[in-house]
């Protein structure tokens, strides 16, 4: 079965930070996709990015940055420099590609991020 | 308006009674998804549908119907509310499956007392 751990429930960083969440994902599947979500205070949920199992190659956004390891299934978000508007809840998610994954997306339970100043 | 909106956006209900929280999307996605979201869990799915007329559960179905006569509709019905269903829900939409990426509505948030 597909399950997601974010061991970080919450994270507190001073402004400009850099801080690093971390995702670690279990699958039986090779072919699989892995999200991150964004839940401001405001409550919607923000897609931020799309990564499948077979593009390695780590991405970057602005200030944000993903890095995906498949030999420690590990799928990590990083935001440089951090800012209030950051403050949110981060969700990671996995789907596997196949049949039995049954059109399931596995939310994990998120990390709160507080940026303060 | 363009997306996906869902209403009632807050909804407070009594034990016993059916609800029903309407989910609407303008992307003619063929994909439709309920999720509900409470603490400690993330988000957990409950229905989805592939298309309309064709629907499928998730991982936490039970209390729970849904039906899609339209594309662009997804209701889901308490069909007797409990306390344990007070959550926020979760509507989401996706041109395919779970491994495309699913846009969400802004969520209803529900009480049942």
């Known amino acids: 079965a597909q399950k997601v751990t974010q061991a970080q429930t919450e994270i507190s960083v001073v402004e400009k930070e850099d801080v690093t969440l971390d995702c670690v994902y279990e699958t039986r599947d090779t072919t699989y996709y892995l999200f991150w979500y964004k839940q401001p205070p405001s409550g919607e949920l923000v897609f931020l990015i799309r990564?499948?199992?077979?593009?390695?190659q780590n991405e970057i956004s602005g200030r944000y940055s993903w890095n995906f390891q498949k030999s420690t299934s590990s799928f990590n978000f990083t935001i440089t420099a951090s800012q209030v508007v950051d403050s949110a809840v981060y969700f990671c998610?996995?789907?596997?590609?196949?049949?039995?994954?049954?059109?399931?997306?596995?939310f994990g339970t998120g990390t709160q991020l507080k940026v303060e100043l | 308006d363009a997306g996906i909106t869902q209403s009632p956006r807050y909804k407070i209900t009594e034990t016993g009674r059916q609800v029903t929280l309407m989910c609407h999307q303008t992307w003619s996605h063929s994909y439709m998804f309920w999720y509900r979201q409470d603490l400690g869990h993330g988000l957990r799915l409950i229905y989805y549908?592939?298309?309309?007329?064709?629907?499928d559960k998730g991982e936490v179905p039970d209390g729970y119907v849904v039906s899609r006569s339209k594309t662009e509709n997804f209701p889901l019905t308490l069909e007797s509310a409990t306390r344990s269903q007070t959550s926020v829900y979760f509507c989401?939409?996706?041109?395919?499956?779970?491994?495309?990426?699913?846009?969400f509505g802004p969520g209803t948030r529900l009480l049942v007392l």
């Open positions: 989401a939409s996706s041109f395919g499956g779970a491994t495309e990426t699913q846009y």
């Open positions: 998610a996995l789907s596997e590609a196949s049949r039995g994954g049954g059109n399931k997306l596995t």
């Open positions: 990564r499948n199992s077979f593009d390695e």
């Open positions: 549908s592939a298309a309309a007329d064709i629907t």
